[in-house]
């Protein structure tokens, strides 16, 4: 109910307490990481320390070094899932401008902080500590926190407990509350925008779409999308009870909302790639009708383009990697959880639910399309889609 008042506020309180929010959470992140670097000095025996260790392939995970690499680069994608997010900002950005540092920046700031504090937690746990969570994107395994104490799966946890300290554990804890809860504040956001844009542009004419284009209303005074808030609320806040109980069903509802979440995002990633590509090539295409009028400025290699980012020039190189490399992620990668073992339901359901999900939008999509057009124009339509 907290988070559901402050998404109601309005986006200039929101934005100062997420503002502020961040600022605490990165200045956790730098300590937790700084943290861990002092622990690891400290150990000067080359057994006790697992950077010794070199890199080795858990059986129990992959059954080579192939495989184990392709396990894990799923589990290395998803961790910068939401990083596409400054762009659902943009409708209620007080300027353009003002996004351009942030879209800028914030791939290669997250970059920098995921391997400052990856490396910190790799100098103080070891692989082989019966602690860690191995159930990950379909592989079943026990959960690392019926070992015993530190009742944990997370790193940062281990290491402090692992390392004599007696407060330290809990007040990570108490951090790691605190970021979840402000994560869980901007997704919320996140999650009634979205909806907010998937229904703004539906068709009025029938019942479904008419009542669906309802969650679209602003309220004037504060320009929230509240239906879609309340609906976004109501849709998820019963995820984390489901942690309250321990079952084979709950454990395998919980992999697959988890890796389709994650894997929609690689479908973003790729949709926005393929969206640059197409914008690429219609600025080729019509290269003639844009040297001249009020849509000059729009080629790249104009002096009054602003927009720039550091790999700008190798455009449109990087969206191409970008897009093959989100498809090989989502088709190939998510699926080694099986190629050694039996393709149970379990681990395909994990692999492709958000495929199915987003085919079955992308089909419901060009069903309202071709309702709202003459059949000609349908055609068109989906033809440029």
């Known amino acids: 109910m907290v988070l559901l008042g402050i998404n109601l506020v309005g986006v200039g309180l929101f934005g100062l307490i997420e503002s502020v929010g961040g600022i605490i959470k990165i200045t956790l992140v730098l300590g937790t990481g700084m943290l861990m670097y002092v622990l690891s000095s400290q150990k000067?025996?080359?057994?006790?320390?697992?950077?010794?260790?070199?890199?080795?392939?858990?059986?129990?995970?992959?059954?080579?070094?192939?495989?184990?690499?392709?396990?894990?680069?799923?589990?290395?994608?998803?961790?910068?899932?939401?990083?596409?997010?400054?762009?659902?900002?943009?409708?209620?950005?007080?300027?353009?401008?003002?996004?351009?540092?942030?879209?800028?920046?914030?791939?290669?700031?997250?970059?920098?902080?995921?391997?400052?504090?990856?490396?910190?937690?790799?100098?103080?746990?070891?692989?082989?500590?019966?602690?860690?969570?191995?159930?990950?994107?379909?592989?079943?395994?026990?959960?690392?926190?019926?070992?015993?104490?530190?009742?944990?799966?997370?790193?940062?946890?281990?290491?402090?407990?692992?390392?004599?300290?007696?407060?330290?554990?809990?007040?990570?804890?108490?951090?790691?509350?605190?970021?979840?809860?402000?994560?869980?504040?901007?997704?919320?956001?996140?999650?009634?925008?979205?909806?907010?844009?998937?229904?703004?542009?539906?068709?009025?004419?029938?019942?479904?779409?008419?009542?669906?284009?309802?969650?679209?209303?602003?309220?004037?005074?504060?320009?929230?999308?509240?239906?879609?808030?309340?609906?976004?609320?109501?849709?998820f806040f019963w995820l984390p009870f489901l942690h309250l109980k321990q079952s084979y069903s709950i454990s395998t509802l919980q992999d697959v909302l988890q890796t389709t979440g994650s894997v929609s995002g690689l479908i973003v990633w790729g949709s926005l790639c393929l969206a640059f590509i197409r914008y690429q090539y219609w600025l080729k295409k019509c290269t003639e009708d844009l040297q001249s009028g009020d849509y000059s400025h729009y080629p790249r290699d104009d002096p009054r383009y602003k927009a720039f980012t550091v790999l700008a020039f190798a455009q449109p190189l990087p969206a191409y990697i970008g897009l093959v490399g989100s498809l090989v992620t989502v088709f190939v990668f998510t699926t080694s959880a099986w190629w050694h073992t039996e393709a149970t339901f379990h681990k395909v359901a994990v692999a492709y639910a958000a495929v199915r999900l987003a085919l079955n939008f992308f089909e419901l999509r060009l069903t309202s399309i071709a309702n709202c057009f003459p059949t000609d124009m349908a055609v068109i339509q989906i033809t440029a889609i």
């Not at 025996?45 to 680069?73: L, M, R």
């Not at 351009?100 to 995921?114: D, E, G, K, M």
């Not at 690392?144 to 300290?165: D, F, I, Q, S, W």
């Open 44 to 235: 000067h025996d080359k057994e006790q320390n697992p950077i010794y260790d070199g890199f080795e392939v858990n059986p129990n995970v992959a059954a080579n070094p192939a495989a184990a690499v392709c396990w894990s680069i799923p589990v290395i994608a998803f961790s910068f899932i939401g990083h596409e997010t400054v762009a659902v900002t943009a409708f209620e950005a007080r300027t353009s401008r003002s996004l351009r540092l942030p879209s800028q920046s914030v791939a290669y700031f997250i970059f920098v902080l995921y391997i400052f504090t990856a490396v910190g937690e790799f100098l103080m746990v070891k692989w082989t500590d019966p602690h860690l969570p191995l159930k990950v994107h379909g592989r079943e395994a026990e959960n690392g926190t019926a070992v015993g104490y530190p009742r944990t799966t997370n790193l940062a946890v281990l290491a402090a407990a692992e390392a004599g300290l007696k407060t330290m554990p809990g007040f990570l804890n108490g951090c790691y509350i605190f970021s979840v809860l402000s994560a869980s504040n901007s997704a919320l956001y996140v999650a009634s925008r979205t909806l907010y844009g998937l229904t703004r542009d539906l068709p009025r004419r029938y019942f479904v779409t008419r009542n669906l284009g309802k969650l679209s209303a602003v309220v004037r005074k504060t320009g929230v999308p509240a239906m879609a808030l309340f609906v976004s609320v109501i849709s």
